[in-house]
Structures are given as C-alpha cells and as structure tokens.
C-alpha cells in the first residue's frame, strides 16, 4: 500500500487500469479469431474506454468537494501483475479474465469505501462505483452468453 494519495490521485490510478484493460483487450484481437470472441473482445474494449472517460468527466467537474478527500492508505491490488494472456484464448477464458478483472474494480472500491472515516459522500461515491462495477460484471456474463449462443 501507498500512503497518502487523494480521491483524484485514486480515480486516475483506476482510469489508467481501465485504459490498460482497453488496450489488453484489444491486442486480443486477432483477424483469424472467431467473430464472436471478437465481438466480445471490441465490447469490453469499448466498455472500458466508455468508463474510463465517464470518470474523467467527474474529475474534470472541480466543483466535487470529494476530490481532495485524502486517504492514508491505498491498496495497489489494481495489476497486471499475474496476467497470463496467450494466442487463441477461448470464449470463456477470456470472459473469466475480464470477470477477474472486474471483481479486482470491485474489491478495490470497497476498500475505499470501508477506509474513508468522516466523508459520507466519499463513502457513498465508492460504494457506488462498486455497484455500478457489479452490474456491469453480471451484464458482461450476459453479454457473453449471448455472443456464445451465436
């Protein structure tokens, strides 16, 4: 863990992890791969983008308060660290991955909720991106089963 970092500091730690899940998901792409597992893969691409730049927008909106809330410490579990990603990847182990991906964004969202001690509206702003972050998880293992039934 890192000490000290604010709430902006933590939102473009989180960003720059979705901009690297993009470009991952991307360099997945391979012309020979079956259309469905490129479907999928230009989804998750475009979803992370679509994310990513939702929270530039609230960053760039200076008059949020929770900005400059600052927190001691930061986990740093948001890595690529033990990724394994090789050619012709299935369906399925690239879905796992990206849920694996996503469970991280929750877990980490959490923590921060947990960790704010006197800022409800930063607590609440967490806890809400975990929310959103699990939606989107159960809408991905739709949308995936979807794209398999093709």
């Known amino acids: 863990m ?10 473009e730690l989180v960003r720059d992890y979705r901009r690297r899940l993009s470009e991952l998901y991307h360099s997945l792409e391979d012309p020979k791969d ?12 475009r979803h992370e983008r679509l994310f990513e730049r939702s929270l530039a927008r609230f960053e760039e909106d200076r008059r949020n308060r929770i900005l400059g809330v600052w927190f001691q410490y930061v ?20 879905v796992d991955m ?4 996503d469970e991280k964004l929750v877990r980490f ?7 704010v001690s006197d800022y409800e ?30």
Do not use: C, W
Not at 98 to 101: D, K
Not at 109 to 115: C, D, F, G, L, V
Not at 141 to 149: G, H
């Open 34 to 45: 079956s259309k469905r597992l490129a479907m999928l893969l230009e989804y998750m691409s």
């Open 121 to 150: 509206e930063t607590r609440a702003f967490f806890e809400a991106l975990a929310e959103q972050e699990k939606q989107e998880k159960a809408q991905l293992e739709v949308n995936a089963e979807m794209i398999k039934e093709l």
């Open 109 to 115: 969202y959490e923590h921060m909720a947990r960790n």
């Open 2 to 11: 890192k000490p000290y970092k604010t709430v902006s500091e933590i939102l």
């Open 75 to 94: 986990p740093e579990d948001l890595r690529f660290d033990d990724v394994k990603v090789g050619p012709n990847q299935s369906i399925a182990q690239v």
């Open 98 to 101: 990206a849920l694996e991906f």
